[in-house]
């Protein structure tokens, strides 16, 4: 089982930054896949960055060049780095975790942290 628990949420003003941290139960070396999604109100959720176990790492392009993700692994820990936010990137941000065993795929999910961006 693994437990992951995001922070780093809040309000920001149009143009800010916020840094988002996803804190893993489990040496983060055994997931396969880290990521970040995102919910806004009214909309399905999206994947908004993915970072593998080799540290290769994709992006919405609604967010290239202005979110980066990496990983810690001496901490456990997977950032989302986001800057020059936009209104529309508020919504309730998830992070995820995959795992690829013997016997399947395993997906784990955080409790979401809530950013508002503020025009």
């Known amino acids: 089982q693994v437990q992951l628990v995001e922070s780093g949420g809040g309000l920001v003003q149009a143009g800010g930054s916020l840094r988002l941290s996803c804190a893993a139960s489990?040496?983060?070396?055994?997931?396969?896949?880290m990521a970040w999604y995102r919910q806004a109100p009214g909309k399905q959720r999206e994947l908004v960055a993915q970072?593998?176990?080799?540290?290769?790492?994709n992006y919405a392009d609604s967010v290239k060049g202005r979110f980066t993700i990496s990983r810690d692994n001496a901490k456990n820990t997977v950032y989302l780095q986001m800057n020059s936010l936009k209104p529309e990137d508020t919504a309730v941000y998830y992070c995820?975790?995959?795992?690829?065993?013997?016997?399947?795929?395993?997906?784990?999910w955080g409790q979401g942290t809530q950013v508002t961006v503020s025009s």
């Open positions: 995820n975790a995959v795992k690829i065993t013997w016997s399947g795929r395993r997906t784990y």
């Open positions: 489990v040496n983060i070396f055994s997931i396969d896949v």
């Open positions: 970072i593998a176990s080799g540290s290769d790492s």
